[in-house]
């Protein structure tokens, strides 16, 4: 798994690309944490257009940092276009949340304007 | 189509992307859809992610894996010798997680069960756990 990080003003976009599983996640989770507390990180875009892979543990790590920008008042969001990876996060009540996006640009212009 | 495989590792989380691809490979032979081949592979991550984080919690344990394929059907049978589980029917209902903290979605149980035909679970407590999932390729279902 790949994982690049852009910052944005103050929304961080975290893009994947190969298979999320809880082995990645770990790496991500503790990569995400550190950037929100050195770059003053307030909303955060999930952008999984070229993840080719992803089981429960996306969805995981996904509420466990949903819950971390939520307590600093900022905003979530997820690009991911794969129908299955979609079916996790309505199966799991994530959608409920979070809205899904198919671009970045249409997340980055949700959570700027919340 | 009649064939057999078994796997063993150690219960490393770095193993769960070997796992799913080495039963991926093996199943590509009853010529699945991608789709069947994500349903089967996002499946054994979940189980060999329940054995490796509920089942051990520690990496020297052994994940075993036997896969069958018999004519169009796929028997995938995923075996840890760890803690076991102590309430099968509360561990599998959708959100479950016996590690909130851990940040588990609680939903590996309920992605087994969707993405395959059947999920049996039998487990005791001290000696281990084991997950049997089965899926035909090339019906719909």
């Avoid at chain 1, 975290?14 to 989770?29: K, P, Y």
């Avoid at chain 2, 036997?66 to 760890?82: M, P, R, S, Y």
């Avoid at chain 2, 059947?118 to 407590?125: A, I, P, R, W």
């Amino acid at each position: 798994m790949e994982i690049a990080l852009t910052l944005n003003q103050r929304t961080l976009i975290v893009s994947l690309s190969g298979e999320l599983d809880h082995h990645g996640a770990e790496q991500i989770r503790t990569l995400i944490e550190r950037a929100i507390t050195e770059k003053d990180v307030k909303n955060l875009i999930f952008d999984f257009s070229a993840l080719s892979f992803m089981d429960s543990s996306g969805i995981g790590m996904i509420i466990g940092r949903y819950k971390l920008i939520k307590s600093i008042g900022g905003g979530v969001a997820l690009v991911c276009t794969n129908p299955r990876m979609k079916k996790l996060v309505t199966m799991s009540g994530l959608s409920r949340l979070i809205s899904v996006y198919s671009t970045v640009d249409q997340a980055l212009s949700e959570v700027k304007g919340a | 189509m009649e064939n057999r495989m078994k796997l063993e590792f150690l219960s490393k989380s770095a193993n769960e992307g070997f796992a799913r691809a080495a039963v991926a490979a093996f199943v590509s032979q009853l010529d699945p859809t991608l789709e069947e081949l994500a349903d089967i592979k996002t499946a054994v991550s979940e189980a060999v992610t329940n054995a490796i984080v509920h089942g051990y919690g520690h990496p020297d344990g052994i994940v075993t894996i036997t896969c069958e394929l018999l004519q169009t059907q796929v028997k995938i049978k995923i075996t840890d010798c760890g803690q076991g589980i102590e309430d099968i029917a509360l561990a599998t209902q959708p959100l479950y997680t016996r590690s909130p903290d851990a940040e588990r979605s609680g939903m590996g149980f309920t992605v087994m069960e969707t993405f395959m035909d059947s999920m049996v679970v039998e487990s005791t407590l001290g000696q281990g756990t084991i997950v049997t999932l089965t899926k035909e390729i090339g019906t719909i279902s």
